[in-house]
């Protein structure tokens, strides 16, 4: 099972709401997906409240756990009112934090997001925080108070996976007791199921699915993904090795060492 | 009921999510009526305080503040 703040699940996605082709689609992949939790933004009413009703009641129908977050923001300040209005709006103390520091690569702030960090913790809340592959500042997070941490796999809405795998998997070595969450970056199944192979406790992606062809049917393909994924983890899998190992055992081939009849 | 209330009181400048009105509701909850938001699914920030929704009928806007009226989007 997946533990997170002390909270249980058995899918180890966490999937966005945005960039659906519809509304509709949106709630069928994330059906689809099996994920328990979702990530959602506060964003400005400007409309008088008609636009948000219709996002929210589909978010209530999912019956699944929200997870807000700071997206777009770019300062300790910003972040740290943006998830004080994400807990009063969704009444929970977890949040997704974003401090982004370079507007291109949407690259964390991960000085930024230490501070925020330690703010928020110290307000009780329980702190997602988004950031890189960088092994002292994950554990500066850890040291401050968190018990998830979400390095990136590469940049958000890239697609390319699991860049710095090596950086990844010391991660995951130095921070055992860490529920740790690879978010951002990831584009194929393959990568998710990477990700849970290297000893990762879930992901946290968007793009993959929402800007796929078939959203409702990559969900799925997430979900499996994952779920063999998991299995090769906990089954342990074989050392590679640097020349061939025959799997058919030599003893008893037929003709070994048999006369050539010409 | 509110409205009477509003009607009563002098206009004051407020930013509504970084615009400028003038407007003459005194508490969050006036505020909300006369902008004619629909339902409560809300959160509110007077100059970067947020007002729990158990006072929004009672903390004061005053001339100069800074509001944020915010709401559920699609996020990853």
Redesign the interface.
């Known amino acids: 099972m997946l533990e997170l703040y002390g909270q249980k699940f058995s899918s180890r996605l966490l999937i ?5 082709p519809s509304l509709n689609v ?1 709630q069928e992949a994330v059906k689809n997906s099996g994920a328990e939790i979702v ?8 409309a ?3 636009d ?2 219709t ?2 009641n589909i ?1 209530r129908e999912l019956n699944v756990k929200v997870l ?2 700071t ?1 777009g923001c770019y300062s300790v ?1 910003d972040a740290v ?1 943006t998830a ?7 009444n929970t103390q977890w949040i997704k934090l974003e401090v982004i520091g370079d507007k291109a690569s949407l690259q964390p702030d991960v000085i930024g997001t230490l501070e925020a960090t330690k703010i928020l913790l110290a307000e009780g809340f329980e702190v997602f925080p988004y950031c890189t592959e960088d092994l002292t500042v994950a554990k500066r997070l850890v040291d401050a108070g968190c018990k998830v941490v979400m390095p990136w796999g590469s940049q ?2 890239s697609g390319k996976g699991i860049v710095h795998e090596d950086a990844l998997k010391r991660m995951r070595a130095e921070l055992p007791g860490i529920s740790l969450i690879i978010d951002a970056g990831l584009g194929a199944p393959s990568h998710a199921a990477k990700a849970l192979e290297m000893g990762y406790d879930a992901v946290l ?3 993959a699915v929402a800007g796929s062809g078939n959203p409702v049917k990559m969900a799925k393909a997430f979900a499996q993904a994952l779920e063999a994924g998991r299995a090769a983890f906990e089954a342990g899998m074989m050392k590679p090795r640097e020349i061939a190992q025959a799997s058919t055992p030599v003893a008893g081939t037929p003709f070994a060492n048999a006369a050539r009849s010409s | 009921m509110q409205k009477t209330a509003v009607q009563e009181k002098a206009a004051i400048t407020l930013t509504i ?2 615009e400028r009105k003038e407007l003459r509701a005194s508490s969050p909850r006036a505020l909300l009526a006369e ?5 409560e ?3 509110i ?1 007077i100059n ?1 305080r ?1 007002v ?2 158990a006072r929004w009928n009672e903390d004061v806007l005053r001339d100069g503040d800074h509001v ?9």
């Open positions: 966005g709401t945005a960039r659906y949106m990530t959602v933004s506060v964003r400005r009413e400007n008088g409240g008609k948000g009703d996002f929210w978010i807000p977050n997206a300040e009112s004080q209005l994400a807990r009063e709006l969704f958000i809405g992606l968007n793009t | 999510n970084g902008l004619e938001f629909e339902g699914f809300f959160a920030a970067r947020v729990p929704k944020e009226i915010v709401t559920s989007r699609q996020g990853g």
